[in-house]
């Protein structure tokens, strides 16, 4: 008998589970189609930087991490966001993760217990296991096909009082609405007092326009209740460092810090010196204008294969996903088996279904699927095209 409590792995691992139980081999491997995984193409873009490569470590680099994150790569990140968006920060207000998922569990963790959290009810898949083990007091927000999957700001601010947290993916990740301009600026600058905001923007480049930071908008990060959650995962195609980081006031990251020394014991030394190299200005300068291009292209070829394949687009203008709508009333489950056979697959809209869980519940997403092109081999088109086809018809 086991001595731990039941659980499950989030949406996305039910999928890949189910996809090799079905076809008898893992997705990603030679010979599938991976229309369901959100990781970015990991191989040199056409015209893109090189990647560092390292191929030994040095004695002192076996030393243990800092809490807070290697102090080189704490300057690098608050640099770049200092000379991209014109943010007033330092190295004080970055605090470095394994991935941005542990700093959004981290945040989520220790927020205090009358704050209430604010979420759209169509949102990346691993927000509800978040919210859920942990418990925390949160509030719907209409995202829906009715508003375009874009709730209004109001909706997240609220007129009642008490303490709010809205947390959201921007671009967001299922659907790709991305706020910016005023619409994003009011949020960041209502951010204090009783009112934060997260911004998760791990699809801060994969845009249609130019990359949009909610930090551009932040007047003095020490006196806000902004976080801004960034990774080398996608933007830089580099899920495999696992490196993550928060962007907050110095308070935040001190607690923060705190919670490392007991609770993570730091992150991998050789990961985030890899990562420096990653986020030296002149080539992350190249990378952002090469992925942002790159992924435009994908998006927009993409967008007209699927509406010729008579799906219903709801995406908007970020992240490298289509959101879509089956036909006739299928569900984008029966829709996975079909895939199945093909060796492809991709994520049922119900695990971006923040209302989910009860036996009973009906899921409006029932018939939407999010698409991903971030791996895909634009060489093979035709074959994930022909894939989804087969599957449709």
């Given at each position: 008998?086991?001595?731990?409590?039941?659980?499950?792995?989030?949406?996305i691992?039910?999928?890949?589970?189910?996809?090799?139980?079905?076809?008898?081999?893992?997705?990603?491997?030679?010979?599938?189609?991976?229309?369901?995984?959100?990781?970015?193409?990991?191989q040199?873009?056409?015209?893109?930087?090189e990647?560092?490569?390292?191929?030994?470590?040095?004695?002192?680099?076996?030393?243990?991490?800092?809490?807070?994150?290697?102090?080189?790569?704490?300057?690098?990140?608050?640099?770049?966001?200092?000379?991209?968006?014109?943010?007033?920060?330092?190295?004080?207000?970055?605090?470095?993760?394994?991935?941005?998922?542990?700093?959004?569990?981290?945040?989520?963790?220790?927020?205090?217990?009358?704050?209430?959290?604010?979420?759209?009810?169509?949102?990346?898949?691993?927000?509800w296991?978040?919210?859920?083990?942990?418990?925390?007091?949160?509030?719907?927000?209409?995202?829906?096909?009715a508003?375009?999957?874009?709730?209004?700001?109001?909706?997240?601010?609220?007129?009642?009082?008490?303490?709010?947290?809205?947390?959201?993916?921007?671009?967001?990740?299922?659907?790709?609405?991305?706020?910016?301009?005023?619409?994003?600026?009011?949020?960041?600058?209502?951010?204090?007092?009783?009112?934060?905001?997260?911004?998760?923007?791990?699809?801060?480049?994969?845009?249609?326009?130019?990359?949009?930071?909610?930090?551009?908008?932040?007047?003095?990060?020490?006196?806000?209740?902004?976080?801004?959650?960034?990774?080398?995962?996608?933007?830089?195609?580099?899920?495999?460092l696992?490196?993550?980081?928060?962007?907050?006031?110095?308070?935040?990251?001190?607690?923060?810090?705190?919670?490392?020394?007991?609770?993570?014991?730091?992150?991998?030394?050789?990961?985030?010196?890899?990562?420096?190299?990653?986020?030296?200005?002149?080539?992350?300068?190249?990378?952002?204008?090469?992925?942002?291009?790159?992924y435009?292209e994908?998006r927009?070829?993409?967008?007209?294969?699927?509406?010729?394949?008579?799906?219903e687009?709801?995406?908007?203008?970020?992240?490298?996903?289509?959101?879509?709508?089956?036909?006739?009333?299928?569900?984008?489950?029966?829709?996975?088996?079909?895939?199945?056979?093909?060796k492809?697959?991709?994520?049922?809209?119900?695990?971006?279904?923040?209302?989910?869980?009860?036996?009973?519940?009906?899921?409006?997403?029932?018939?939407?699927?999010?698409?991903?092109f971030?791996?895909?081999?634009?060489?093979?088109?035709?074959?994930?095209?022909?894939?989804?086809?087969?599957?449709?018809?």
């Amino acid at each position: 008998m086991s001595l731990l409590d039941p659980i499950r792995p989030m949406g996305i691992y039910q999928t890949l589970y189910a996809f090799q139980d079905a076809a008898g081999v893992a997705m990603g491997e030679p010979g599938t189609l991976p229309m369901s995984q959100g990781f970015p193409r990991v191989q040199q873009l056409p015209g893109g930087p090189e990647f560092p490569n390292f191929s030994g470590r040095a004695a002192e680099q076996r030393m243990y991490p800092k809490a807070w994150g290697e102090p080189g790569l704490r300057e690098a990140i608050a640099a770049y966001y200092a000379e991209t968006y014109g943010a007033k920060l330092t190295a004080d207000n970055v605090m470095v993760f394994a991935g941005g998922r542990p700093g959004l569990f981290a945040l989520l963790m220790f927020l205090g217990r009358d704050v209430k959290i604010r979420i759209a009810s169509t949102e990346y898949t691993p927000y509800w296991d978040m919210l859920r083990l942990l418990n925390r007091s949160h509030e719907l927000v209409e995202s829906s096909e009715a508003n375009g999957f874009m709730p209004s700001n109001e909706k997240f601010i609220g007129s009642d009082s008490g303490k709010i947290l809205a947390l959201m993916s921007n671009p967001c990740n299922p659907t790709g609405q991305t706020r910016r301009g005023a619409a994003l600026e009011e949020l960041v600058k209502r951010a204090n007092g009783d009112f934060g905001l997260l911004s998760d923007e791990a699809y801060e480049w994969f845009t249609e326009g130019e990359p949009v930071s909610a930090l551009q908008y932040v007047d003095d990060i020490n006196q806000s209740n902004l976080f801004v959650v960034g990774a080398t995962t996608k933007n830089y195609q580099d899920p495999g460092l696992r490196i993550g980081w928060i962007v907050a006031s110095e308070e935040a990251i001190d607690y923060l810090g705190a919670f490392s020394s007991f609770g993570m014991g730091g992150v991998s030394r050789p990961s985030q010196l890899e990562a420096i190299a990653l986020l030296e200005p002149r080539r992350a300068a190249h990378a952002r204008k090469t992925v942002n291009s790159f992924y435009r292209e994908q998006r927009a070829r993409w967008r007209e294969s699927l509406a010729e394949l008579g799906l219903e687009l709801f995406t908007g203008e970020g992240g490298f996903y289509h959101w879509c709508k089956l036909p006739g009333g299928l569900s984008a489950e029966e829709f996975n088996t079909r895939l199945f056979q093909d060796k492809a697959a991709i994520l049922p809209g119900v695990l971006c279904d923040m209302a989910r869980g009860a036996d009973d519940y009906v899921s409006p997403l029932d018939s939407f699927f999010r698409l991903s092109f971030g791996p895909l081999d634009p060489e093979q088109h035709e074959t994930y095209v022909a894939a989804l086809r087969r599957a449709l018809h």
